[in-house]
Each structure stands twice: as structure tokens, then as C-alpha cells.
């Protein structure tokens, strides 16, 4: 079916998270026609559960010794020897200038009399540099101040329509975007620049610290497009969202890592610490190692329960009011974090991987753009570091919308006429079947016999369908962004950050690089020839 409406722009932003919402109003400032486009209401993205913090580290307000330096160093650190030094290096020292035009838009952090701001700490940081909001809302603070801003800038938003596929030009630069409403009717928003910030794709396996939207819908319309993927096989677990019984499903509370920066620690049923010996850190290690290391003593430990582990915070005298939104997760199931051990669990949290962009924004696709988590630019590498990501959506939003106004005043992309566009085909799972056996066989601890199940399930369950409705483009993303996650994993014969083999459980230096996805003209993801690929990422 061929779209029945048209609207235009310079610039259409999809998702109104951080990066998508700093984007907007960046280009807006530099005099784009920008318009925003979501699937949902504007603040249903996964910003807002965001709890930790955004970690900076400001000039005039730091620990003793601590420095942009050293924040580079442990994002490497975490990174597990697939971060981009020069990513890494642009990204973090921008994050002061990022943070303080945040404040400047009414984001209120926490701060102490006299105004200095307060700093927590999470896994893999060296020093307390994670500033934070309203306790454990940060994202919540930060959503509420950027979607304020949206508005009073009268930056348009056009709430539940999905973003189908990219609009091309005969010559293969975008045009627009194909997008459906809520009753199925496409249109398209024509524009020389789209901009994805769809987010993640968390939904993809059946517990997750992600609302329902996260179904990687930028990542499979960007490969459709044409862009490159990398690093898919590294999906980060957070190590404690709120265990509610077994069999949770869908968005499980968090329950911030700061609690452990605080004092809180892990232990089992029997008391026992879960982290003693496991690192030097402790609790505080990178988010990979304690992920893993919970998944294995939750396997292993008599004493242990085999689906859940204990997060001790009795020690921590004002969680009420230091953490609001973890102590009314645990009232709400009858917990006293004062006096009772809160019941944690691993789950999926986070992309460390994604459209293969630069800094800027830029993919490989002529006027396509990409920032945040769906987005790969390479601060992340094999495991991303707490509270790095508020940062990345923060600078990589500015640097896009600046992209994106230079490549039109240099004529790199030009105002794009009317395009034809109709509704994709693509392969689409079953949705419930694909979380379970990712859940199964691709989480935490993989190996080449579950993989291959879950190629195969998936491979045999799958049937080409035009997406025609929202829920139709979800599957298809989670479809897509499955096997792409499971052709990388299946080649990556070692266990590096997220990724845990339980065949191959030793780093190998012959895999210190990053695999690259395509998709074949039929929509399956395959892996691309690093050479051959070269100028396209
Ligand atoms: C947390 O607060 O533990 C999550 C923050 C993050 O994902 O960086």
C-alpha cells in the first residue's frame, strides 16, 4: 500500500529519549525544521527509568585524583578491549559542556548546600562521578526537562506513529520516513535527514529492565536501509532489577547499582557474599563480571536460590528518601529494604552495540543518522560502563543535530522532493517463542548447541509479512536484531564483556575487533567482510 499523507522537514527525529530530544532541540536552535516522531507518548521511552546517574567529571567538582583521564581509562576498562580510544576520548570530555547545557534547559541535580552537586558511584568507576536526580529518577528529571524544553521551543511531536522504513532517493540517499499511525494508515515525513534514537531492544528476550517499547525498531530499519550493525552480540544484563517471583516477564523494576555504590552488597540465601574473591572490586566490579558471576552462583551455590540472589542494603540508613523509586519498587512487593534483603536478578538492560555511527551521528547511509542506544559508536565496546549512556545521547545528541546542519549547508544531503514509498516485507517471529529461547539460549552463558537452537527455532518459525501495524514492525525489529545477535555470537568463539561462553570462557586476542552486520536482500542479517564493507560504516 502506497503512503496517503506527507508531511516535511529538515530534519525528523524518531524517539524521544535523551539523545532524540537533545538532538531536536539542538537543531532547532541552529534554525532546522525539525519534527519529532515516537511510537508512544512522548515520555514512554526508556529514559525515564533511568535511575544511577549521568557520570561527568566536572572541573571545578570532583574527587581527589579523579580526572576526565581516568573516566576514559575505566570506560577501556569496562569496554573489555572493543571501545574506540578516539570515541571514547571525544565522548567523555565533552561531558561537562553536555551536563551543564542540560542544567541550562532546567534539569535540576542533586545537590548539597552551597550547590556543589552530590556524586554517587557505580560498578567499574574509580571515583564518585556519577551525578544524579531526584535520588534514583535521573532519567525521569532528565526526560521531564528535555520534553519541557521540547515544548516550549514548539519543536513539533508527533505522538503513536511508528517508524516503518527509511524513504530513499533513486540514488540511495534518504528522503524521508515511512511511518504508520495508530489505525495502520502510513504517511511520510519527507526530509533530506533522518535521525534514529529508537533506543534498545530489551524486549527482546522475556525479563528485561526495559519498558515495552524497546523492540530494536531503529536497528532493523537502519540495516534495511542499507547501515552496517556492530557489536550485537553484546547485550549488557543488569545485574539487579527486583525479582518478583519466578517467571517474571516484561520490565522488571531496577534497582540502581548506586545502592551497591553506596554500601549495599550481594549476598545468597545463606548469607553468603556473592562477590568476595570474585574481583578486586567486589560488588563494585564492571556490570559484565557481576552479571555473570550472580548467573553462575545462582547455578551453582548449594546454598543458593537458582533464580534469584540477595541485595543486602540493611546498612543503608535513608533509602526512602537516597533511593525513592527502588524503595517504592520493594513496598510495592512487601519489601523493607531496612530490614529485608531485596531479592535481585540479573536481566536484559542495555545494547552495547548497534548502527555502526560515528561520534556525529553519521551512519553509512547518505542522510541517515544515529545517537544513543541505538547506535554504536564505539564508547562501549564488549560491556558499557554504569551511567555512560545518559552522557553518549547527551553529546552524540548535540553533535548529530550539528552533523546534520553543516552536511545541508555544504549541499552533502539536499531538501528531498515528494518520494514514492510503500510498506515492507520482512521476516517476522513469533514474539513469545524468540524471547524464550533468546532467553534460554542467548543470555548470560552461551554455547554453540543453544545458539544453534535458537537459529533454527527462529529460522523455521519465521514468515515474510508486510508490516502493516506496529506490532508487526516490533516483531519484525526483534526478528531481525535476534539473528543478528546470534550469527555474531555464534562466531565469536571466546567470552569477552557481555559476551559469556560457557565453550569458550577465555578472552582471546585474536578477537580483540568487532564483527559487522548486513542484511541480504531477502532481510536475513549475515556478517559482513570487514574489507568489503570498508566506506559503507
Ligand atoms: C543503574 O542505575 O544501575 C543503571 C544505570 C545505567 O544503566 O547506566
Known amino acids: 500500500m502506497a503512503a496517503r ?21 539542538r537543531a532547532r536552535e541552529l534554525g532546522l525544521r525539525v519534527l519529532v516522531v515516537t511510537k508512544a507518548a512522548g515520555d514512554d521511552g526508556n529514559t525515564r527509568w533511568a535511575q544511577g546517574g549521568v557520570a561527568v567529571v566536572m572541573e571545578d567538582q570532583h574527587d581527589p585524583g579523579d580526572s576526565v583521564a581516568r573516566h576514559i581509562e575505566d570506560t577501556l576498562t569496562a569496554g573489555a578491549g572493543l571501545c574506540e580510544d578516539a570515541a571514547v576520548a571525544a565522548i567523555i570530555t565533552d561531558g561537562p559542556a553536555a551536563v551543564a547545557r542540560l542544567r541550562e534547559r532546567g534539569a535540576v541535580f542533586d545537590a548539597k548546600p552551597g550547590g556543589l552537586l552530590e556524586r554517587t558511584r557505580e560498578g567499574g568507576h574509580s571515583a564518585f562521578r556519577v551525578v544524579h536526580a531526584g535520588g534514583d529518577a535521573t532519567g525521569a528529571e532528565v526526560e521531564r526537562a528535555l520534553l519541557k524544553a521540547t515544548v516550549d521551543g514548539r519543536v513539533p511531536l508527533l505522538e503513536n506513529h511508528v517508524a516503518v522504513d527509511a524513504v530513499k532517493t533513486p540514488l540511495g540517499a534518504v528522503a524521508g520516513l515511512l511511518v504508520l499511525d495508530s489505525n495502520g494508515v502510513p504517511g511520510v515525513l519527507t526530509a533530506p535527514a533522518v535521525l534514529l534514537a529508537t533506543g534498545g531492544l530489551g524486549q527482546m528476550y522475556q525479563a528485561t529492565s526495559n519498558p515495552s517499547v524497546a523492540t530494536g525498531d531503529g536497528l532493523a530499519l537502519a540495516l534495511r536501509a542499507g547501515a552496517l550493525a556492530a557489536d550485537v552480540e553484546f547485550i549488557q544484563f543488569h545485574p539487579t532489577v527486583l525479582y518478583t517471583g519466578r517467571g517474571a516477564r516484561g520490565r522488571c523494576p531496577l534497582v540502581t547499582e548506586a545502592v551497591r555504590g553506596e554500601g549495599a552488597v550481594l549476598i545468597d540465601a545463606t548469607g553468603a557474599r556473592v562477590m568476595k574473591g570474585v574481583h578486586p572490586l567486589e560488588d563494585l566490579a564492571p556490570r559484565d563480571v557481576v552479571a555473570a558471576a550472580i548467573t553462575r552462583h545462582m547455578a551453582a551455590e548449594p546454598g543458593g536460590v537458582d533464580d534469584h540472589v540477595f541485595l543486602d542494603a540493611t546498612a543503608l540508613h535513608d533509602m526512602a528518601t537516597r533511593f525513592p ?14 530490614v529485608d534483603p531485596i531479592p535481585v536478578a540479573p536481566a536484559a538492560h542495555f545494547a552495547c552495540g548497534g548502527v555502526v555511527s560515528t561520534v556525529d551521528g553519521r551512519t553509512g547511509v547518505t542522510g541517515l543518522y544515529a545517537v544513543g542506544e541505538v547506535a554504536r559508536t564505539g564508547l562501549h565496546g564488549a560491556n558499557r560502563l554504569a551511567s555512560n549512556s545518559l552522557l553518549e545521547g547527551l553529546v552524540c545528541g548535540t553533535r548529530a543535530a550539528e552533523t546534520v546542519a553543516a552536511d545541508l549547508a555544504i549541499g552533502l544531503i539536499s531538501p528531498a522532493r515528494s518520494v514514492e514509498a510503500s510498506l515492507p516485507t520482512a521476516p517476522v517471529a513469533d514474539r513469545d517463542l524468540l524471547q524464550r529461547v533468546m532467553s534460554r539460549y542467548a543470555a548470560i552463558g552461551r554455547d554453540a548447541e543453544g545458539l544453534a537452537v535458537v537459529g533454527s527455532v527462529l529460522d523455521v518459525s519465521t514468515v515474510d509479512k508486510q508490516l502493516e501495524s506496529r506490532e508487526l514492525v516490533e516483531d519484525a525489529a526483534l526478528t531481525t536484531a535476534a539473528r543478528a545477535l546470534i550469527a555474531a555470537a555464534q ?25 559487522l552486520v548486513r542484511l541480504t536482500p531477502t532481510g536475513q542479517p549475515v556478517l559482513a567482510d570487514p574489507v568489503l564493507a570498508e566506506g559503507v560504516a
Open 5 to 25: 499523507w506527507e508531511a516535511r522537514a529538515d530534519l525528523i527525529v524518531a524517539g524521544t529519549g535523551v539523545a532524540g530530544l537533545t538532538a531536536a532541540l
Open 325 to 338: 523509586t527502588v524503595f517504592a519498587a520493594c513496598a510495592s512487593v512487601g519489601i523493607d529494604p531496612a
Open 491 to 515: 562466531q565469536r568463539t571466546e567470552s569477552r564483556g557481555c559476551h559469556v561462553r560457557t565453550d569458550f570462557t577465555e578472552r582471546s586476542e585474536a578477537w580483540r575487533r568487532s564483527q
